[in-house]
T-cell receptor, first 114, second 114 residues
Framework: EAQVTQNPRYLITVTGKKLTVTCSQN?????MSWYRQDPGLGLRQIYY???????DKGDVPEGYKVSRKEKRNFPLILESPSPNQTSLYFC?????????????FGPGTRLTVT | AQSVTQLGSHVSVSEGALVLLRCNYS??????LFWYVQYPNQGLQLLLK??????LVKGINGFEAEFKKSETSFHLTKPSAHMSDAAEYFC????????????FGIGTKLQVIP
């Protein structure tokens, strides 16, 4: 089954404790992206990757890191989480080109930073 | 730069009534436009998209949208609302220039009243 998976689905942590949210897709998509969803703000793009070893900042990259060492994986790293990073996070992937561009979303990771 | 404006963060319609969700965009180059739907506690899934060609696009579940360049709009419609349409709807734009930075609107929560 074609899908985007994220782990963990729920995470409660404390300020300053490094964490990684994993994202994996099995569709051989070149493009992957991370978003955060906050009430009243919709989805905001954090980082995106056009292909292996190619990443770029979205609209809200501060406090986050990403890496793309393999095509299927795109982990999101919070090296020193703060309470304002409490949010619902989504990973997405898509083909890059061929006029498609529609994104396939993972189920979301709800992060609480206390 | 690109942006998306969704007018009305909450819309209520009666079952069987017309659904109209508004989306206006700005983009320095011809845009690719998308509508996604999010059911409670789920990720987003694509409803429909406009990239090139016919400006009236049909999507899943009876939804359609029309790209109007002169009005910079991409409003989502459905002739007759069903209870199962209750969800949050997001309009999104990608710059067709090739850089896949994606901008979402803040979302419109649709309530269907029996």
């Amino acid at each position: 089954e074609a899908q985007v998976t994220q782990n963990p689905r729920y995470l409660i942590t404390v300020t300053g404790k490094k964490l990684t949210v994993t994202c994996s897709q099995n569709m051989n998509h070149e493009y992957m992206s991370w978003y955060r969803q906050d009430p009243g703000l919709g989805l905001r793009q954090i980082y995106y990757s056009m292909n292996v070893e190619v990443t770029d900042k979205g609209d809200v990259p501060e406090g986050y890191k990403v890496s793309r060492k393999e095509k299927r994986n795109f982990p999101l790293i919070l090296e020193s989480p703060s309470p304002n990073q409490t949010s619902l996070y989504f990973c997405a992937s898509s083909l890059s080109g061929q006029g498609t561009y529609e994104q396939y979303f993972g189920p979301g990771t709800r992060l609480t930073v206390t | 730069a690109q942006s998306v404006t969704q007018l009305g963060s909450h819309v209520s319609v009666s079952e069987g009534a017309l659904v109209l969700l508004r989306c206006n965009y700005s983009s320095s180059v011809p845009p690719y436009l998308f509508w996604y739907v999010q059911y409670p506690n789920q990720g987003l899934q694509l409803l429909l998209k406009y990239t090139t060609g016919a400006t009236l696009v049909k999507g899943i579940n009876g939804f359609e949208a029309e790209f109007k360049k002169s009005e910079t709009s991409f409003h989502l419609t459905k002739p007759s609302a069903h209870m199962s349409d209750a969800a949050e709807y997001f309009c999104a734009v990608i710059n067709s220039g090739g850089y896949q930075k994606v901008t979402f609107g803040i979302g419109t929560k649709l309530q269907v009243i029996p």
